[in-house]
C-alpha cells in the first residue's frame, strides 16, 4: 500500500523559510509526477508546485521567486523550500504523487506563517 508521509510545517515569522519533505514507500513502480498543493483556512485545495520525474517544475503565481520544488528520485523524496514566507501562505500543505496512472496523497503538514 502506497503511503506519502509530509513532514516539516511549523510555525515560522513573515520572511522566515521552511523546508517541507515528503517521502513515498510502498510502490512497487515508479512515481510519476510529483507535487505541493494547499488549502488555507476558508479556501479550496490551491496547487503550489509541481516536478515530472525528468525534474520539470511548475509553479502558481503566488509562489514564483520564493519557493522551489526538487525531488531525490532515489529516495522516492519530493522537498518544497519555502523562502519569504507570508501569512498568506499558512495552509495544510500536502504532497501529491502519481503512480501507474492511480493519484495518492499524503495526510497533509500544518504552515503557519505569523509574528
Known amino acids: 500500500q502506497v503511503q506519502l508521509v509530509e513532514s516539516g510545517g511549523d510555525l515560522a515569522q513573515p520572511g522566515g523559510s521552511l523546508r517541507l519533505s515528503c517521502t513515498a514507500s510502498g510502490s512497487r513502480f515508479g512515481i510519476g509526477a510529483m507535487g505541493w498543493y494547499r488549502q488555507g483556512p476558508g479556501k479550496e485545495r490551491e496547487l503550489v508546485a509541481t516536478i515530472t520525474s525528468a525534474g520539470s517544475t511548475n509553479y502558481a503565481d503566488s509562489v514564483k521567486g520564493r519557493f522551489t520544488i526538487s525531488r531525490d528520485n532515489a529516495k522516492n523524496t519530493v522537498y518544497l523550500q519555502m523562502n519569504s514566507l507570508k501569512p498568506e501562505d499558512t495552509a495544510v500543505y500536502y504532497c501529491?504523487?502519481?503512480?501507474?496512472?492511480?493519484?495518492?496523497w499524503g495526510q497533509g503538514t500544518q504552515v503557519t506563517v505569523s509574528s
Open positions: 501529491k504523487a502519481t503512480i501507474k496512472y492511480n493519484i495518492y
